[in-house]
């Protein structure tokens, strides 16, 4: 994150949206100690999967600094992530916990931290920017995660295509344009799995089949003859 105003990146004083930046400076003033800024990406720009979340949360990431990290969702994510080979490490809920990312990166639709969790169109529209960015910044990437309907719509708004092409469904897997897959589930947090709309079997699932669909050789690179063919084509 930058101190000054990038065109791709928030400020930490960034000024896009006014609610959520009267809500940061009040938590800075009774949280001094806290992050309170703009939570930047976390993962390597190599990535192949992309997981976009809503926004920090309030005692998580606004905390923290980290996406996901300080509360029941990023213990379900970062758990799962670490099962299926898209982490390694400890994740022990702070940035200091060596916890690193493999193939996959994390943001969010909304950088700042929204009262109650509840960010507004206009707010979602304003990071889009940000989130436009952040594809465009990643060469390796080949599918996107969207962790609930708002985060779906908002990777749809980034790429420019209509939400009725592609509907939001927990499990769902969408081919966008340029080689893109687009896959949903429930958002991880403590409120959807108390209810039992999502399931750590069921959010497993939608993590072990994005690890086996990137395991395998895309669609391109299964007509690409490998160098054994290439040799034996080659007249002696």
């Given at each position: 994150?930058?101190?000054?105003?990038?065109?791709?990146?928030?400020?930490?004083?960034?000024?896009?949206?006014?609610?959520?930046?009267?809500?940061?400076?009040?938590?800075?003033?009774?949280?001094?100690?806290?992050?309170?800024?703009?939570?930047?990406?976390?993962?390597?720009?190599?990535?192949?999967?992309?997981i976009?979340?809503?926004?920090?949360?309030?005692?998580?990431?606004?905390?923290?600094?980290r996406?996901?990290?300080?509360d029941?969702?990023g213990?379900?994510?970062?758990?799962?992530?670490?099962?299926?080979?898209?982490?390694?490490?400890?994740?022990?809920?702070?940035?200091?916990?060596?916890?690193?990312?493999?193939?996959?990166?994390?943001?969010?639709?909304v950088?700042?931290?929204?009262?109650?969790?509840?960010?507004?169109?206009?707010?979602?529209?304003?990071?889009?920017?940000?989130?436009?960015?952040?594809?465009?910044?990643?060469?390796?990437?080949?599918?996107?995660?969207?962790?609930?309907?708002?985060?779906?719509?908002?990777?749809?708004?980034?790429?420019?295509?209509?939400?009725?092409?592609?509907?939001?469904?927990?499990?769902?897997?969408?081919?966008?344009?340029?080689?893109?897959?687009?896959?949903?589930?429930?958002?991880?947090?403590?409120?959807?799995?108390?209810?039992?709309?999502?399931?750590?079997a069921?959010?497993?699932?939608?993590?072990?089949?994005?690890?086996?669909?990137?395991?395998?050789?895309?669609?391109?690179?299964?007509?690409?003859?490998?160098?054994?063919?290439?040799?034996?084509?080659?007249?002696?």
């Open positions: 994150m930058s101190d000054a105003a990038e065109p791709d990146l928030p400020s930490r004083d960034c000024l896009l949206c006014p609610r959520l930046a009267a809500f940061r400076g009040t938590q800075r003033t009774k949280f001094p100690d806290w992050f309170n800024a703009p939570v930047p990406s976390f993962g390597p720009e190599a990535a192949a999967l992309l976009v979340g809503l926004a920090p949360g309030l005692r998580g990431a606004n905390r923290t600094g996406p996901f990290t300080g029941y969702a213990d379900l994510l970062y758990r799962s992530l670490l099962k299926f080979g898209f982490a390694a490490g400890d994740y022990a809920a702070h940035p200091q916990d060596g916890l690193r990312l493999q193939r996959a990166r994390i943001t969010n639709a950088r700042c931290v929204p009262p109650q969790n509840r960010p507004e169109p206009a707010e979602i529209a304003a990071c889009g920017r940000f989130l436009v960015a952040e594809m465009g910044r990643l060469p390796q990437l080949k599918a996107i995660l969207a962790l609930g309907a708002i985060a779906h719509n908002a990777v749809l708004a980034a790429k420019g295509l209509r939400r009725a092409a592609y509907p939001f469904a927990h499990g769902a897997v969408h081919e966008l344009p340029k080689g893109i897959v687009l896959a949903d589930s429930y958002h991880c947090s403590r409120l959807n799995t108390n209810t039992g709309k999502l399931t750590p069921m959010f497993e699932a939608v993590i072990a089949a994005l690890a086996e669909r990137l395991a395998a050789p895309s669609p391109a690179e299964r007509k690409r003859p490998d160098k054994l063919e290439q040799n034996l084509a080659e007249p002696a």
